[in-house]
Every structure is written in structure tokens, then in C-alpha cells.
């Protein structure tokens, strides 16, 4: 079984200031990781995935994630915060055994992203 | 231009009054989805499908039903629709399932009153 925890709800920061996100998941088996971003009315659009490759991932708009195994963890980062990143940022994982997906995503419950000027 | 589209983009109805919700891909995609997203608790899995005529629950799947004919088309079916089914839907679509990239769809607000 799979199951994903944002560990934060809501993130407020300034404009400029790092971000962190925070993820971490549980997966019985090598697990494909994702981050999703949605900004407000929008649907969702792919940040960066993780795929058992390397483990620091970079994702467009500058941020990145690291997969930390022994943590259990593939939190969100980014060096600066810019107005437009105010959104909801989802982090989902996907299980992957042998080369066969399971088929099955399962999404965090979001957090929400708030940058102030 | 390659998307995911959905309709109708927003649906008021009734209890029990039977409906669907279209979604078509022009991405030659294998793999598609569905998707409930409610507040504070994020995307959840409703049907998923690896293929045409293989479809899977995912984890919330009671209330619904879908079928995969074609490839680039992939119907949610409300039989009898309750108020517990007010959402929003995304319909999403990847060429594979991981390490492939999901494209959304612009979402559907449903209403069931």
C-alpha cells in the first residue's frame, strides 16, 4: 500500500525568501515520486518526478526536491520565491515494481502556498 | 494543439438523475483517469485505465463507472448521483503510467443537489 503526508496545510513567505515543502510517503515498493502545482481555477501541471534515477530531481520555474529514502521524504525547494508561485502544490506517488506500475496515484492533501510581497 | 478536455466544465443536477461527464485525449496517451479533488483533501483516485477495455478502481470508486472503447475517450458515469458526489473532476491522461507525466484536463464542477 502507498499513502502520501504534506506535512503542511498552508506555507506563507515573503517574496525572495526560500521555499520548502514539505512530503513524505510510504510505498511497499520502489516508488515513482511527482510534484504537481495548481494555481488558483487552473488545472495541474507537472513540477518535477523522481523515477529512481537521481536522487537531487530539478523541476521547471527553479525548484527541485531531494529523495531521501532513508527519511522517507521528497520535499519541495526552491531558492527564491516570485509572487506567481502562490498556488497549491501537490506531491503524489505512483508504486513501481519490476517494471510494472500498479496503475494507482495517490495524491497529499495539498499546500497551499502563500507569498507575500 | 495536444490536451486533455473535459465537458461540461460545470454541471448543476438533481439526485438520481443519471450522468456523464466526457473526457477525450488527442495524445495518443494509453493510460487515463479520473480524479475527485474536494478540500483539504487533495486529488483522490476514482477509475483508472491502462489500456482500452482495462479499467481498475482506484480509491474511491463506489457511486461511479467508466469504460475505455476507444482509446482517446474515457466517460465517467454517474448512474444515480448524490449530493456526496458535489466535486470537482479532473480527467487526466500519460503515455505509460510512471515515470510519464499526467496531463490534466481544465476540471469539471459538479453540483448535485
Known amino acids: 500500500a502507498q499513502s502520501v503526508t504534506q506535512l503542511d496545510s498552508h506555507v506563507s513567505v515573503s517574496e525572495g525568501t526560500p521555499v520548502l515543502l514539505r512530503c513524505n510517503y510510504s510505498s511497499s515498493y520502489s516508488p515513482s515520486l511527482f510534484w504537481y502545482v495548481q494555481h488558483p481555477n487552473k488545472g495541474l501541471q507537472l513540477l518535477l518526478k523522481?523515477?529512481?534515477?537521481?536522487?537531487l530531481v530539478k523541476g521547471i520555474n527553479g525548484f527541485e526536491a531531494e529523495f531521501k529514502k532513508s527519511e522517507t521524504s521528497f520535499h519541495l525547494t526552491k531558492p527564491s520565491a516570485h509572487m506567481s508561485d502562490a498556488a497549491e502544490y501537490f506531491c503524489v506517488v505512483s508504486e513501481w515494481a519490476g517494471g510494472t506500475s500498479y496503475g494507482k496515484l495517490t495524491f497529499g492533501q495539498g499546500t497551499i502556498l502563500t507569498v507575500h510581497p | 494543439e495536444a490536451q486533455v478536455t473535459q465537458n461540461p466544465r460545470y454541471l448543476i443536477t438533481v439526485t438520481g438523475k443519471k450522468l456523464t461527464v466526457t473526457c477525450s485525449q488527442n495524445m495518443n496517451h494509453e493510460y487515463m483517469s479520473w480524479y475527485r479533488q474536494d478540500p483539504g483533501l487533495g486529488l483522490r483516485q476514482i477509475y483508472y485505465s491502462m489500456n482500452v477495455e482495462v479499467t481498475d478502481k482506484g480509491d474511491v470508486p463506489e457511486g461511479y463507472k467508466v469504460s475505455r472503447k476507444e482509446k482517446r475517450n474515457f466517460p465517467l458515469i454517474l448512474e444515480s448521483p448524490s449530493p456526496n458526489q458535489t466535486s470537482l473532476y479532473f480527467c487526466?491522461?500519460?503515455?505509460?503510467?510512471?515515470?510519464?507525466?499526467?496531463?490534466f484536463g481544465p476540471g469539471t464542477r459538479l453540483t448535485v443537489t
Open positions: 523522481y523515477t529512481s534515477a537521481a536522487t
Open positions: 487526466a491522461s500519460s503515455l505509460s503510467l510512471s515515470p510519464y507525466e499526467q496531463y
